[in-house]
């Protein structure tokens, strides 16, 4: 089992929305991480980056968000093409999790052919009917494709084994989205590798105990922290968070991996 990472570029934002009240105004620019697992069941994507048009039509594709969260990316960085640079085809991908279906995080839905993409089925209702504050992340034609969609239904399916041998565990993290979902990557020699995404945004949200600046729901967004904390402090895993520039800079990036 490998794990690989990999960056859709970057967001150029403020830092006030990744930390609630913090640092109004300052500028703030966070990466777009997506991993790729290739385990002896299958190749596994989570998450997917922002869509291929944010290369060249990103004021047609983003709109009005463009104001909050510019993306910067390369046709290179795009996930198809990634995921190709390591010599593996968007055909040989068996499951695509999204963590949820925000703009930076669903761009590739529809471009891995023979995939079913697991998402929570509350996240997938909020998409197609957001609140007002939350309307522009949501890019509805990012996501309204015939895919095959497997649901996952919150506290029910908190903890979803999805090889049955603990490797890669989906776990519940609502807070930042109704039906945000984090993934537990165990590796045999790394250890166990806690991937927040935007349940975590940054380091600073689990440390100081500081809400994010963008959230459907933050009393479930303080709820999640403290889970992520009790993993960390309990468990030993390690987190990382879904959007630091400091600490996504200390992992290997692919062609390189983990195992
Ligand atoms: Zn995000």
Not at 121 to 137: Q, V
Not at 167 to 193: D, E, M
Request: proline share 5%.
């Amino acid at each position: 089992m490998k794990l690989y990472l990999f960056e859709a570029g970057v967001l150029r934002s403020y830092k006030h929305f990744f930390t609630f009240a913090v640092d109004v105004g300052k500028e703030f620019n966070v990466p777009v991480p997506f991993l790729l697992i290739d385990h002896p069941r299958g190749k596994v994507l989570f998450d997917t980056g922002n869509a291929l048009e944010v290369v060249d039509h990103k004021k047609e594709h983003w709109g009005g968000i463009l104001a909050a969260y510019d993306p910067v990316m390369s046709k290179e960085q795009w996930c198809v093409n990634a995921v190709r640079s390591i010599g593996i085809q968007p055909e040989d991908i068996r499951y695509v999790i999204l963590s949820h279906l925000h703009l930076d995080h669903a761009g590739g839905v529809g471009h891995f052919p023979n995939a079913k993409y697991i998402v929570q089925k509350d996240e997938i209702h909020y998409a197609y009917t957001p609140d007002s504050f939350m309307r522009g992340a949501y890019i509805r034609k990012d996501f309204d494709k015939p895919v095959d969609w497997f649901f996952l239904h919150g506290w029910e399916d908190d903890g979803f084994d999805l090889f049955g041998d603990g490797s890669l565990v989906v776990c519940f993290t609502p807070g930042h989205t109704p039906g945000h979902q984090s993934l537990l990557v165990n590796l045999p020699k790394t250890g166990k590798l806690f991937f927040a995404a935007d349940s975590c945004y940054t380091d600073e949200n689990l440390e100081n105990n500081i809400l994010p600046g963008l959230a459907w729901n933050f009393g479930d967004c303080e709820r999640t922290l403290q889970k992520i904390r009790r993993l960390r402090d309990d468990l030993g895993v390690k987190i990382v968070a879904g959007h630091d520039p400091s600490s996504w800079k200390q992992y290997k990036q692919a062609p390189g991996f983990y195992e």
